[in-house]
């Protein structure tokens, strides 16, 4: 074992850190830092017109599952019904003094179908006299008008604005008139999405700042990282805005690529300029070319970690690729993005900013700081003597540790999905009132009902296979979640006493229009409408979707029939499936890549299990901490939040990778340092303690910047960001000061040279790293 122990250290000084590329860079562009950050300049200004684009272009929640049984029925309408209008909202008309038959009522209603009909790109427009069963609500002081409209979810979310102009121009002193459905409260979400951003930021930054002042002692080491962390989500926003000419970003990215890359803006940078603040100390006051020496070798060493560390964290998002959803694809590309630009910036930027500085980064000291700036002296710091006190008693501190950390995660166990779709979020919003009066009026699912797709596959309907739509329609209506069944064969029922062929063909010939929109032209297609009591994002309405695709297996069993369940109800229910698939595949291929790369890095075959073990423990950690306050309501009102009973269905894929790559990106950075003292001297203990009381301070730092970032999301009013904010906040502090200060001292304290071990065969194989 000391063979390949020696082996091991010699493979990590393969040549001067002055003959590789990063040094070479970071020379240059310390020497030439007014050419480079010309260049970022003129990036910047492109980016600033490109993030308008993107901001502009954001679209609502979509849950949506590539290849469900929900996917496959949007498509068969796409293609069975190309007439059918994209999506079908409601002008709201409510009153509490006067109902729908006042001559007043009446008025607004008249004027509000004759507007909308002249709007652009409204198809159809029905006025609530024409269905009064369905359209006036029991009580009769609540109308809907239902306009139907063209385009993708980009046109209609723009649409939304104008047309609810409309709605605010109908309303008298009588009567409120609200422009709803699912397009204008996406664009509330989008508003809303905005407003908390903002709010975020001006709690985020100002905290970030003092944090910054009180790490860096400096006013001007604490002003670049903010100033970076700005850069970074201007640049990713710009880059973004060029993606979104080919495809389309969910609202919650342009929040997580903000949190995403002011976090790690900051947190690259604080890794970077402590390393210059060292190395310029120890250069001393000896020119301009040495000053570009010791930037070369910050970046060649802090700079690669900077670089690992951001693919250990783009690696984890990959994982998300595994998910068959277009929304979480979206994430994975746009925080994706965030993280390759700050890597970006991180070694191209920041060396022509530190030439451009020099000495001058520690211009305007805090009083108590200058000393300390002038002469750093880590090793006698009050870190290191709480690192020695952990290294003198490891196996107590493990075990307590690992016990704390494993309790907090047993409710993760108990975790439920569920979807919150936001419109409580945007409640004072006209949309959010709309949406509100009717869900008081009528059944909360009329605006978001289930479409039952059934196909004949080519073939038109035969008298047994409307036989057994009727069947299935009358199954459906008799659920007690459902509200009320629309299916060809019952309007033929009403109509025509009969649901026969010959009854389809009269019926079609004599009120052709009035069928379009429940057979196809080849009538061999029809959608069955159910619409649930419940609201689109309730369990009940869960169970009614799963409840229809059974009974659809059994009413067209033998038929040749197939039959898709499809709407927003039935995408909630495959997106909560297709969660609970993705998770195990996700955390599998986030733990092999992740054991992968940092085998290469640090040559190590322990130390990778090392690092799973205890993220994995940060993240239950986190993920249980968040069960018990949002899904079981421990200590909800003490942080100012409500109990939902469920944690929003996608949010732990994306927690998991994000808190996975972050917890790595703090154990690279500080194992780089422990394996450069490893390669030094051979001396495990003195590796694990140096290592640590140089990193100590700057991950508590940085660790303090996340923390009050991402804590500041949580005064927001989306819940999938309140969440995402509470978690990774969470699993950063845990991460900083649990794991990272008690935890991997005392484990690698007690594991001994064996931290380093690798057999020779696999030294000789894997390719070399620099630390």
């Given at each position: 074992m000391t063979d390949t122990l020696s082996r091991t250290r010699r493979g990590g000084e393969h040549r001067p850190l002055e003959e590789g590329f990063l040094y070479r860079w970071a020379v240059w562009a310390a020497l030439n830092p007014v050419k480079v950050i010309l260049v970022w300049l003129v990036l910047l200004a492109g980016a600033a017109v490109s993030a308008g684009y993107f901001t502009s272009h954001l679209t609502g929640n979509t849950n949506s599952v590539i290849g469900s049984d929900s996917e496959k029925a949007a498509q068969l309408i796409s293609a069975e019904f190309p007439d059918t209008p994209s999506e079908t909202d409601f002008v709201v008309l409510h009153s509490t003094s006067i109902d729908a038959q006042d001559p007043a009522f009446r008025e607004v209603v008249r004027t509000a179908v004759e507007r909308y009909r002249q709007a652009p790109d409204v198809r159809t427009v029905v006025s609530p006299y024409d269905a009064p069963d369905r359209l006036i609500a029991p009580g009769g002081r609540t109308a809907l008008v239902p306009v139907s409209l063209d385009g993708d979810d980009k046109k209609l979310q723009e649409q939304a604005g104008p047309l609810g102009e409309i709605a605010e121009g109908l309303g008298t002193g009588q009567v409120e008139a609200y422009f709803t459905g699912v397009s204008p409260l996406a664009a509330a979400a989008v508003e809303q999405g905005n407003e908390d951003l903002s709010m975020a930021e001006t709690i985020g930054f100002p905290a970030a700042a003092i944090v910054l002042l009180l790490a860096f002692g400096s006013l001007v080491a604490a002003a670049i990282p903010l100033l970076l962390g700005v850069v970074a989500v201007l640049a990713a926003f710009g880059?973004?805005?060029?993606?979104?000419?080919?495809?389309?970003?969910?609202?919650?990215?342009?929040?997580?690529?903000?949190?995403?890359?002011?976090?790690?803006?900051?947190?690259?940078?604080?890794?970077?300029?402590?390393?210059?603040?060292?190395?310029?100390?120890?250069?001393?006051?000896?020119?301009?070319?040495?000053?570009?020496?010791?930037?070369?070798?910050?970046?060649?060493?802090?700079?690669?970690?900077?670089?690992?560390?951001?693919?250990?964290?783009?690696?984890?998002?990959?994982?998300?690729?595994?998910?068959?959803?277009?929304?979480?694809?979206?994430?994975?590309?746009?925080m994706t993005v965030a993280v390759l630009v700050m890597m970006l910036i991180a070694v191209t930027l920041l060396p022509a900013l530190l030439g451009l500085l020099g000495p001058r980064i520690n211009r305007f000291a805090l009083p108590w700081a200058r000393r300390s700036l002038a002469h750093p002296d880590p090793e006698h710091s009050g870190w290191a003597k709480a690192i020695a006190v952990v290294m003198r008693r490891p196996l107590l501190v493990a075990a307590l540790g690992t016990v704390l950390l494993g309790a907090l995660s047993i409710p993760v166990f108990h975790l439920q999905y569920g979807?919150?779709?936001?419109?409580?979020?945007?409640?004072?919003?006209?949309?959010?009132?709309?949406?509100?009066?009717?869900?008081?009026?009528?059944?909360?699912?009329?605006?978001?009902?289930?479409?039952?797709?059934?196909?004949?596959?080519?073939?038109?309907?035969?008298?047994?296979?409307?036989?057994?739509?009727?069947?299935?329609?009358?199954?459906?209506?008799?659920?007690?979640?459902?509200?009320?069944?629309?299916?060809?064969?019952?309007?033929?029922?009403?109509?025509?006493?009969?649901?026969?062929?010959?009854?389809?063909?009269?019926?079609?010939?004599?009120?052709?229009?009035a069928l379009a929109e429940l057979v196809s032209r080849d009538g061999d297609t029809t959608v069955v409408t159910v619409r649930p009591r419940h609201g689109a994002d309730t369990d009940e309405t869960a169970d009614l979707v799963r409840e229809l695709r059974t009974q659809a297996g059994g009413a067209f069993a033998g038929t040749g029939l197939t039959a898709h369940v499809g709407g927003g109800p039935a995408e909630i229910v495959d997106i909560t499936d297709e969660s609970s698939r993705a998770m195990p595949l996700v955390i599998g291929a986030v733990l092999a890549a992740s054991w992968l790369l940092l085998l290469i890095a640090f040559r190590s075959l322990v130390l990778p299990f090392e690092a799973i073990f205890m993220n994995l423990l940060t993240s239950g950690a986190a993920f249980g901490a968040a069960v018990l306050v949002f899904q079981e309501g421990h200590g909800a009102d003490l942080l100012g939040v409500e109990r939902t009973g469920f944690i929003q269905v996608i949010l732990p894929l994306f927690a998991f990778a994000l808190v996975f790559g972050l917890s790595m990106d703090y154990q690279v950075f500080m194992l780089s340092r422990m394996r450069e003292e490893w390669d030094r001297t051979g001396d495990n203990a003195a590796a694990v303690q140096l290592g640590l009381t140089r990193t100590a301070k700057v991950i508590t730092a940085a660790a303090a910047i996340m923390v009050v970032v991402f804590a500041s999301f949580m005064f927001t009013r989306i819940l999938e960001i309140k969440q995402m904010g509470f978690m990774l906040a969470l699993a950063v502090l845990i991460d900083a000061t649990i794991v990272r200060l008690l935890l991997v001292p005392s484990l690698m304290r007690l594991i001994g040279r064996g931290n380093w071990w690798l057999p020779g065969w696999l030294d000789r194989i894997l390719p070399r790293t620099r630390h």
């Open positions: 880059a973004l805005g060029i993606a979104t000419h080919f495809t389309t970003f969910d609202v919650f990215v342009q929040t997580a690529v903000s949190m995403v890359g002011i976090a790690l803006g900051i947190d690259y940078t604080l890794f970077i300029v402590t390393r210059f603040r060292e190395e310029l100390a120890k250069a001393g006051d000896s020119g301009r070319p040495e000053r570009a020496r010791a930037i070369g070798r910050t970046v060649a060493t802090a700079g690669q970690a900077v670089l690992f560390s951001g693919i250990t964290v783009v690696v984890s998002l990959a994982g998300l690729w595994l998910v068959r959803s277009a929304k979480v694809y979206s994430m994975a590309v746009g979807v919150d779709l936001g419109a409580g979020a945007v409640a004072e919003s006209p949309p959010g009132k709309g949406y509100g009066i009717v869900s008081e009026a009528y059944a909360p699912g009329v605006l978001a009902p289930i479409t039952v797709v059934v196909s004949a596959g080519g073939d038109r309907f035969t008298d047994a296979q409307l036989d057994a739509v009727a069947r299935f329609s009358d199954q459906a209506a008799g659920n007690r979640e459902t509200a009320d069944v629309v299916s060809v064969t019952r309007v033929l029922d009403a109509q025509a006493k009969g649901h026969t062929t010959a009854h389809l063909e009269a019926a079609t010939r004599a009120a052709g229009p």
